[in-house]
């Protein structure tokens, strides 16, 4: 079955002030960075934002996939995704993911899932939820979730297949404005690494 990508962009972005996938990084809004990613990867690919969530103008083809109100949840936007997918797969990022490359997705999507409900990547020793592969079966252990639990917690009942990454750059998170000096700085590093070969 075909992967759907789905970009999460459902957050209040308290510690950036609001408004985060819009913020400009090097110039470009930070959501279309782990956007880019996966339409470089997917045919089909959304976003899932709550109805009050600014967003920037999509590329065309971008389907936009609106969430209930509540809860604020990570998982809500998953759950979402899962049942706009029609029994399809979704690759879900986080639309903060501003490292997020081809290579990182498709190693994701190539694990062999198995009976596992999701394939989770685990980078810098702490599972990775947000990036991460969710199957059909997912939505029924997901759908009534408790929104005083943590994302990892959840998603790690679910029975997960995991995959190591030695290196963790392609989930760093950009949550303060600070981080934004972070992601360019690592960005400018690896396309200077791209250029040199």
Same mark, same amino acid.
């Given at each position: 079955?075909?992967?759907?990508?789905?970009?999460?962009?459902?957050?209040?972005?308290?510690?950036?002030?609001?408004?985060?996938?819009?913020?400009?990084?090097? +110039?470009?809004?930070?959501?279309? /960075?782990?956007?880019?990613?996966? *339409?470089?990867?997917?045919?089909?690919?959304?976003?899932?934002?709550?109805?009050?969530?600014?967003?920037?103008?999509?590329?065309? +083809?971008t389907?936009?996939?609106?969430?209930?109100?509540?809860?604020?949840?990570?998982?809500t936007?998953?759950?979402?995704?899962?049942?706009?997918?029609? +029994?399809?797969p979704?690759?879900?990022?986080?639309?903060?993911?501003?490292?997020l490359?081809?290579?990182?997705?498709?190693t994701?999507?190539?694990?062999? *899932?198995?009976?596992?409900? %999701?394939?989770?990547?685990?980078?810098?020793?702490?599972?990775?939820?947000?990036?991460?592969? /969710?199957?059909?079966?997912?939505?029924?252990?997901?759908?009534?979730?408790?929104?005083?639990?943590?994302?990892?917690?959840?998603?790690?009942?679910?029975?997960?297949?995991?995959?190591?990454?030695d290196?963790?750059?392609?989930?760093?998170?950009?949550? %303060?404005?600070?981080?934004?000096?972070?992601?360019?700085?690592?960005?400018?590093?690896?396309?200077?690494?791209?250029?040199?070969?």
């Amino acid at each position: 079955m075909s992967v759907v990508g789905v970009c999460l962009a459902g957050g209040l972005a308290r510690r950036m002030g609001g408004g985060k996938a819009t913020v400009e990084l090097r +110039g470009r809004p930070l959501l279309h /960075y782990p956007l880019d990613a996966l *339409r470089a990867a997917f045919d089909e690919v959304a976003v899932v934002a709550k109805h009050d969530v600014e967003l920037p103008p999509l590329p065309a +083809g971008t389907q936009v996939w609106i969430e209930p109100p509540t809860p604020r949840h990570p998982l809500t936007g998953i759950v979402h995704a899962l049942r706009m997918a029609g +029994g399809r797969p979704v690759l879900v990022a986080a639309g903060d993911l501003a490292l997020l490359d081809v290579a990182t997705i498709r190693t994701i999507t190539e694990t062999p *899932r198995d009976e596992a409900a %999701a394939v989770v990547p685990v980078a810098g020793g702490r599972l990775q939820p947000l990036c991460a592969l /969710y199957a059909p079966r997912a939505l029924g252990s997901l759908a009534a979730f408790d929104p005083r639990r943590r994302v990892t917690e959840a998603v790690e009942a679910l029975g997960v297949r995991t995959v190591e990454f030695d290196d963790a750059g392609a989930f760093f998170n950009v949550n %303060a404005p600070d981080d934004l000096l972070q992601a360019a700085a690592m960005l400018d590093l690896r396309d200077r690494l791209a250029r040199e070969g």
